[in-house]
């Protein structure tokens, strides 16, 4: 089938503002969206920039707007979005070139959340046990692949980039609820901050966005009535 591809690129160094880039092209209805992108960037026009690792919804690097939806563009076929495919960066982040934005602001949050196991205690001689109805409180929030679909669909972060964002609070939540773990008040002092979690209003965007169909707006209810039960 033949498909228009319009993607809003933008080099910093050279253009003043972002324009559309139209392409015309065949593709096969099961062809991804990234397969696409690989066959303009590798056949029409090489200064195309975007990221890419695993091409099989693992390393979460390819996260942008298509047709309006923040998707993983080796996640979406052609037949799902029809012939014409509009491609823009995710957004609430410094555009670097094309659809690569900066991402260390999201990063930065997902870091002062504390993302890793806590615990003081001496280690036991064998593994530190856990029961399956334990682990099971956690699983979901333990999918995550930092690809910031979530976090840059939230209207609160769109208006306001010190939010913590989604992804922070969704991986805030795999430890908090690790029975193990025991660094549940520190993290509860960085979601407690101005930019942290009480920020979000409930809009569901990101629990919408999630390639990984984590409950997102769900695990953020539960890391809030944790942190008022603990108030
Ligand atoms: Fe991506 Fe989902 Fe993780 Fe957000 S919670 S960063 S959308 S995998
Ligand atoms: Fe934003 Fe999700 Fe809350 S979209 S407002 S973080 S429910
Ligand atoms: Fe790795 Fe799409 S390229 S998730």
Redesign the pocket.
């Known amino acids: 089938m033949q498909i228009n591809v319009k993607i809003k690129r933008f080099d910093p160094d050279a253009d003043k503002r972002p324009y559309w880039a139209d392409y015309t092209l065949e593709a096969r209805p099961s062809d991804r969206v990234?397969d696409v992108m690989n066959h303009i960037k590798w056949e029409v026009d090489g200064s195309l920039a975007y990221?890419?690792?695993?091409?099989?919804?693992?390393?979460?690097?390819?996260?942008m707007l298509i047709n309006g939806v923040n998707r993983?563009?080796?996640?979406v076929l052609v037949q799902d979005l029809g012939e014409k495919i509009v491609i823009e960066p995710i957004r609430g982040l410094e555009i670097k070139k094309d659809l690569i934005v900066d991402m260390e602001p999201f990063f930065d949050s997902y870091r002062a959340v504390l993302p890793y196991f806590i615990n003081d205690d001496p280690p036991p001689p064998g593994e530190r046990l856990q029961t399956p109805e334990d682990r099971a409180i956690f699983d979901e929030s333990t999918k995550c692949?930092l690809?910031a679909a979530c976090t840059t669909s939230c209207p609160v972060f769109w208006t306001n980039g010190g939010y913590i964002g989604p992804a922070a609070i969704v991986n805030a939540h795999r430890f908090i609820f690790d029975s193990r773990d025991q660094g549940k008040l520190e993290r509860f002092k960085v979601l407690n901050q101005a930019s942290g979690l009480w920020r979000c209003r409930t809009a569901y965007n990101c629990t919408e966005a999630c390639?990984r169909d984590i409950p997102i707006t769900q695990a953020i209810e539960e890391v809030r009535r944790e942190m008022l039960w603990r108030a």
């Open positions: 990234l990221r890419r690792s695993c091409a099989h919804g693992i390393c979460g690097s390819d996260a993983l563009a080796c996640k692949i690809c390639p």
